[in-house]
C-alpha cells in the first residue's frame, strides 16, 4: 500500500489564529505553539505566526479583510507554500482561501491526520488512518 497522503506536500508554513473573546491571548499562543510543533513533526519550516484578534468569525474567509492582506503579502515575501490553520475551518472557506493565497490551506484536524498518515506503519494502521480521513472528507462534503 502507498504511503496515506490526504493533502498536498508543503515545505515552509505560516501559522495563523483566529482569537475570539472567548479565549485569552495566552491560550492562542500556547495552542500556536503547539500547532508549530506539530508542523516540525511533518518536517515542515514555519515562516512565522500570525493572530488575529476578532469578535467574530468572517464566514467566506474566516478572517478579515485587513489581515488577509497581511497573510498574503507575508506568503509571499516569505516564500510559504501552506497556510496552517489553528482553528476548524469550513471547506467552503479553505477553498475561498486556498483561491485568494494561492497555497495549500490546512486546518489543525487536516494536520494531525497527515501526522498520523506519516507514521503508520502497520497495514492495520494504514487502514485506520485511510478510514478516518475518508470519515474526515465525507463529513466536509456533506458541509458543503
Given at each position: 500500500?502507498?504511503?496515506?497522503?490526504?493533502?498536498?506536500?508543503?515545505?515552509?508554513?505560516?501559522?495563523?489564529?483566529?482569537?475570539?473573546?472567548?479565549?485569552?491571548?495566552?491560550?492562542?499562543?500556547?495552542?500556536?505553539?503547539?500547532?508549530?510543533?506539530?508542523?516540525?513533526?511533518?518536517?515542515?519550516?514555519?515562516?512565522?505566526?500570525?493572530?488575529?484578534?476578532?469578535?467574530?468569525?468572517?464566514?467566506?474567509?474566516?478572517?478579515?479583510?485587513?489581515?488577509?492582506?497581511?497573510?498574503?503579502?507575508?506568503?509571499?515575501?516569505?516564500?510559504?507554500?501552506?497556510?496552517?490553520?489553528?482553528n476548524q475551518l469550513s471547506p467552503k472557506q479553505i477553498g475561498n482561501l486556498e483561491t485568494l493565497l494561492d497555497c495549500a490551506v490546512l486546518d489543525?484536524?487536516?494536520?494531525?491526520?497527515?501526522?498520523?498518515?506519516?507514521?503508520?506503519?502497520?497495514?492495520?494502521?494504514?487502514?485506520?488512518?485511510?478510514?478516518?480521513?475518508?470519515?474526515?472528507?465525507?463529513?466536509?462534503?456533506?458541509?458543503?
Open positions: 500500500m502507498e504511503e496515506n497522503r490526504l493533502f498536498n506536500n508543503w515545505n515552509r508554513a505560516l501559522l495563523v489564529s483566529l482569537q475570539l473573546p472567548n479565549r485569552s491571548t495566552s491560550e492562542v499562543q500556547n495552542s500556536l505553539q503547539e500547532l508549530s510543533s506539530l508542523a516540525y513533526s511533518l518536517g515542515g519550516d514555519v515562516a512565522g505566526k500570525i493572530i488575529q484578534v476578532s469578535s467574530q468569525i468572517h464566514p467566506a474567509n474566516f478572517f478579515g479583510k485587513g489581515k488577509l492582506a497581511d497573510i498574503k503579502s507575508t506568503i509571499q515575501k516569505d516564500c510559504v507554500d501552506a497556510l496552517l490553520v489553528d489543525r484536524t487536516q494536520l494531525i491526520l497527515e501526522i498520523f498518515a506519516k507514521n503508520a506503519r502497520t497495514h492495520e494502521a494504514k487502514l485506520q488512518i485511510e478510514l478516518a480521513q475518508s470519515e474526515y472528507l465525507l463529513t466536509r462534503l456533506v458541509g458543503l
